[in-house]
Each structure stands twice: as C-alpha cells, then as structure tokens.
C-alpha cells in the first residue's frame, strides 16, 4: 500500500538535515511474534524541480546518498506507530484483549 507521509531527517547528533520531508512509501504489514509490523518495500521522495508532484524512488539505488536516506526513512516508518495503526486499519485488522499483555489477547482480520 503506497502512503504519502513527512519526516525530519536527520544526523545521528540530532542536527536535522531535511526538515519535514515528504515521501511516499510501499508499506506491507507483516507479522513479528504475533504483533503487526510495517515493512518498507520502496521509498520515494518529492522531486522539488518539478511542478507537478512527483515522487523519485531512493530505495536500491547505488548512490551512497540514495541508500543512506533510504534507510534512514525505512527505519523512522517502521518505528511509526501512527503508521502502523493506519496500515492495521486499512488491511482490516482489529485486536481484542484486554491491553498489549492480555495473554488471551488475539488479533482478527474483519470479515
């Protein structure tokens, strides 16, 4: 599923490089130990020099640039929990429990 989203990107000592980058993601949703996770399949950024929006795929390039940002973006989208609800919700997935550590808690897809 393609969602179109915005983050700082940043340097390892919190100086931000890109404020408010916007970016289009190929998100799946998979499973780790019974919990939903968001998996990135491609990442693409706004091309700026054009007037319409378009987006330019950094994912599997070989520009050392194009990789950094690629995974630095994979990594914030996967630890983006605002992200992952959407996604959850879109594929129509819902849990009943009684919180995260019910250990009858389950996870059902809507029919």
């Not at 393609?2 to 000592?13: I, N």
């Not at 931000?16 to 998979?30: G, K, Y």
């Not at 990442?43 to 330019?56: A, G, I, L, S, Y």
């Not at 940002?69 to 129509?92: M, T």
Request: aromatic share 10%.
């Amino acid at each position: 599923m393609l969602y179109t989203t915005a983050y700082d990107v940043c340097t390892d000592s919190g100086a931000i490089l890109f404020p408010d980058l916007d970016v289009r993601l190929d998100v799946s949703l998979e499973w780790d130990n019974g919990e939903p996770v968001v998996s990135v399949d491609e990442v693409q950024v706004r091309d700026w020099q054009h007037k319409h929006e378009t987006f330019v795929t950094v994912s599997g390039r070989d520009d050392p640039l194009c990789r950094w940002l690629s995974d630095f973006i994979s990594a914030c989208a996967e630890r983006d929990d605002e992200l992952r609800r959407q996604l959850v919700d879109d594929e129509g997935w819902s849990y009943s429990g009684r919180g995260s550590n019910d250990p009858d808690g389950y996870w059902r897809r809507a029919s």
